[in-house]
């Protein structure tokens, strides 16, 4: 590998704690440069937060770093193995595109993963190329910026670099690199990666290590393990509630997807919901509506199931006992998650207090809006917002019989209306991003060169929910009926 000392003007500082861990848990690499590497984009406020300098980032030894053709001083490089459940079926994976450089280690003691995607081969590729295309590696950056705007736990995108070449996939594309930053990449499929391998003494290792890193509370707790599987649980339930809320859909939840820290990870066939239904699917691949929208909570609750199971030789050498603890454990995540969703629709309603009848309320609703085929973002917009123009569900008898019980609902707590309207604005998306939208900026980006689009679409997701005039173009839903698919391109 090479390495420049130029890159410590960056402010690169790395530790590699991960490399600490058994062998068998990764695999060392060298960098595999690219022949012509352009910086596309580069998130500015994100290397702020990471202790980097933006403009040095930008420099020549910068691009380099992100081009996967220089390690940063301090960098250790490899690719990190894992398993995972992908679509119910068992499979042992890794990194087949994807190198970590290091963990950058912030002014505020935080450890961040930095990650190159798309960055070549690795000896987990299975035969493939390990590149990316460019389009997969903006729409990623997209919906993660997005996502970390609207508050919910995900992986960031700190740049994007065209490599200079072409890939092949069903037509040549241009190359690229996406510069992940995440809490870490442990994920239940590298769990289930140590217990594949029946080597229950690394499996420990990893279980005390994925304490030290994200629940260092657990550390001294006479059933730490337990502990360890109830507050990856709690994390999840909350993480799939705030996705329920805004209407995302990950598309693709396989375990290897499913990360300990509680982050939203792996932005391939993932969308935003327009009209709201419970079966909406995007991803081409899935014609089983496996990863429905409706079907996330019980999802996330199926690869816990999975995780608890890496578990159970850590739980003592009564295995009967140890299955019956978790299972009880386990048996409280649809409670956990319910919970969780409950307390943020009733942020969207403005309500502050709690009552029996609020899900009905809220789920009656939802219902009108299926029925009506009226758009999830928008109909809460129209809810929270003085408007001139209301959603078309805004005129049905069904809807006006809804609205007077919600009023009647709001007159029942003690808060003022500005209390209420600034509760919905916080709670209410003024603004996502628009599947269309997303698909017109990488159009413009990949064919024709033109970021323009793309930069606008950035700008206006980075206040979602401050509704500002810049929205104006990007709050409809496409104008059109044809079935919108997304696929497994990242």
């Known amino acids: 590998m090479t390495q420049r000392q130029e890159t410590t003007k960056i402010g690169w500082q790395f530790d590699n704690s991960y490399t600490r861990l058994p062998e068998s848990f990764f695999s060392k690499m060298n960098v595999n440069p690219v022949r012509a590497p352009e910086l596309i984009i580069v998130n500015e406020e994100l290397a702020g937060s990471l202790g980097l300098d933006p403009e040095a980032l930008q420099s020549e030894e910068g691009i380099a770093v992100l081009a996967g053709n220089e390690v940063p001083e301090g960098g250790e490089p490899i690719a990190q193995a894992y398993a995972g459940h992908q679509f119910g079926n068992f499979t042992m994976l890794g990194d087949g595109r ?3 450089l290091g963990e950058q280690i912030t002014s505020t003691g935080d450890r961040m993963d930095i990650q190159l995607k798309g960055a070549g081969r690795t000896p987990y590729s299975r035969g493939g190329d390990g590149r990316a295309a460019l389009g997969p590696m903006l729409r990623e950056y997209i919906i993660s910026e997005a996502m970390h705007a609207l508050g919910i736990p995900t992986t960031r995108s700190l740049a994007v670099v065209y490599t200079g070449e072409t890939i092949q996939r069903e037509s040549a594309r241009p190359g690229a690199i996406l510069t992940r ?5 442990l994920r239940v499929g590298t769990f289930q990666y140590a217990r594949g391998r029946d080597d ?3 499996l420990r290792v990893l279980a005390d290590y994925a304490i030290d890193r994200h629940y260092p509370e657990l550390k001294d707790k006479d059933e730490k393990y337990l502990e360890l599987f109830r507050a990856v649980m709690k994390r999840q339930a909350a993480l799939i509630a705030k996705w329920q809320l805004v209407g995302f859909i990950h598309g693709v939840m ?6 300990i820290s509680g ?6 066939p993932c969308a935003f919901m327009d009209a709201y239904d419970p079966a909406t699917v995007f991803s081409s691949i899935d014609v089983q509506g496996r990863y429905a929208y409706g079907n996330q909570p019980m999802i996330g609750g199926w690869n816990l199931a999975r995780f608890a199971e890496t578990l159970l030789p850590l739980l003592g050498d009564d295995q009967d006992k140890a299955i019956a603890r978790i299972q009880e454990e386990l048996s409280t995540y649809i409670k956990l998650y319910e919970t969780n969703w409950l307390e943020g629709m009733r942020a969207k309603l403005g309500l502050f207090t709690k009552e029996a009848e609020d899900e009905v309320l809220a789920d009656d609703l939802l219902a009108i809006m299926q ?9 809460f917009r129209a809810l929270t917002y003085e408007e001139a123009d209301k959603p078309d569900i805004f005129g049905t008898t069904a809807f006006k019989e809804w609205q007077a019980r919600w009023h009647d609902r709001l007159k029942r707590q003690e ?3 500005e209390a209420v309207s600034e509760l919905m604005r916080n709670s209410n998306p003024a603004v996502i991003p628009r599947n269309h939208k997303v698909e017109e900026a990488l159009a413009a980006a990949v064919e024709q060169g033109d970021f323009g689009p793309l930069d606008k679409l ?3 997701l980075e206040d979602p929910y401050n509704r500002t005039p810049k929205q104006a173009d990007y709050i409809a839903p496409a104008p059109t009926d044809k079935p919108y698919q997304t696929y497994c391109g990242t």
Request: proline content about 0%.
């Open 181 to 185: 930053v995440a809490s870490s990449h």
């Open 415 to 417: 808060e003022s209306e």
């Open 371 to 379: 029925d009506q085929g009226a758009d999830f973002t928008n109909t």
């Open 98 to 100: 994807a190198i970590l």
């Open 263 to 268: 982050e939203t990870i792996d932005y391939g």
């Open 254 to 259: 396989n375990t290897d997807n499913m990360a």
């Open 200 to 202: 229950i003494e690394n």
């Open 458 to 460: 950035l700008t206006v």
